[in-house]
């Protein structure tokens, strides 16, 4: 799992209303009609839910500590997408009290391994990996119109691609899944609609359409690209190359927080029944 560095989120609440417009000329849909369509719900009817929530961030110096910026980009994100946010002052345990002091209804706290989205309500868990595998699936469906009966390369068998492997399938496609270690592949096996192959050029030449949530780069190159190939990547760093990306950028999603923290927040908005 790749640790983000401020460089990768540095520039992305300056540009969100930008890449807002860019997914809608993608897909159809702005970053919260995303991630609604993510947990099958539409953005109007999550609108209520907003005024009803209130996050507090907390900085967590676990581990590695904290990434110069990351509490602000991901409260940059929420309050972009309409929700009440702030950032506790204090860090850990002490910011959670300071959460809760100042009437947070959710806590979302992140470490190198995990960052969560808590209802502290409901004790509902919205997980930033699996939320970001969703989220990606729903923009590929909505910039492919449908993905019934369509076959899906995947590209990386972590928490980002089982969460992906969830949703694909639950929209009907067919998933080949490539991973070059064989031990997260094992709860990919008894997945129905799934399939594990043997090598990456395997994954991308029987699919339709590629998802990309490996930790290398250069996975998916200019000569991948068909006339109809379309691209999920939230890998970090992108596994498109450069030239690939000048050739056929257009038809290609990629972002390294916003997509995963929005269907977070649609995960939070819908509620425990619907996880
Ligand atoms: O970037 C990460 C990990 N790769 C987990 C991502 C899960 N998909 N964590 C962020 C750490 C943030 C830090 N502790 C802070 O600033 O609070």
Same mark, same amino acid.
């Given at each position: 799992m790749t640790r983000l560095a401020e460089q990768d989120i540095c520039y992305i609440v300056e540009r969100l209303e930008r890449y807002d417009k860019i997914l809608r000329d993608k897909t159809g849909g702005g970053l919260m009609d995303i991630a $609604?369509?993510?947990?099958?719900?539409? $953005?109007?009817?999550?609108?209520?839910?907003?005024?009803?929530?209130?996050?507090?961030i907390v900085p967590v110096t676990a581990g590695q500590g904290i990434i110069g910026g990351f509490s602000d980009t991901v409260r940059g994100i929420l309050a972009f997408l309409g929700a009440q946010v702030f950032v506790t002052k204090a860090?850990?345990? /002490?910011?959670?009290a300071e959460a809760t002091a100042n009437g947070a209804t959710a806590v979302f706290i992140a470490d190198d391994q995990t960052c969560s989205l808590i209802d502290l309500r409901t004790g509902q868990v919205a997980d930033n990996s699996l939320s970001t595998g969703k989220g990606f699936a729903a923009a590929l469906a909505m910039?492919?119109?449908?993905?019934?009966?369509?076959? *899906?390369?995947?590209?990386? $068998?972590g928490p980002v691609g089982y969460g992906a492997a969830q949703a694909l399938t639950a929209r009907g496609a067919h998933?080949? *899944?490539?991973?070059?270690? /064989?031990?997260p592949l094992r709860k990919f096996s008894s997945m129905d609609g799934v399939a594990v192959v043997d090598s990456a050029a395997a994954a991308l030449a029987q699919s339709d359409y590629y998802f990309e949530a490996t930790t290398a780069s250069a996975t998916i190159q200019v000569n991948d690209f068909c006339a109809t190939?379309? *691209?999920?990547?939230?890998? *970090?760093p992108l596994g498109v190359t450069a030239e690939a990306m000048k050739c056929y950028g257009s038809r290609v999603i990629?972002?390294?927080?916003?997509?995963?923290? $929005?269907?977070?927040? /649609?995960?939070?908005?819908?509620?425990k029944q619907t996880t």
């Open positions: $609604a369509f993510a947990v099958d719900a539409a $953005a109007a009817d999550l609108r209520a839910a907003k005024a009803k929530q209130k996050i507090g860090t850990d345990v /002490a910011g959670l910039q492919a119109g449908s993905l019934q009966g369509k076959s *899906v390369g995947l590209l990386g $068998a998933v080949y *899944v490539y991973d070059c270690q /064989a031990e190939t379309l *691209v999920a990547a939230p890998g *970090v990629s972002d390294t927080l916003e997509i995963g923290v $929005a269907t977070m927040l /649609a995960v939070l908005l819908k509620g």
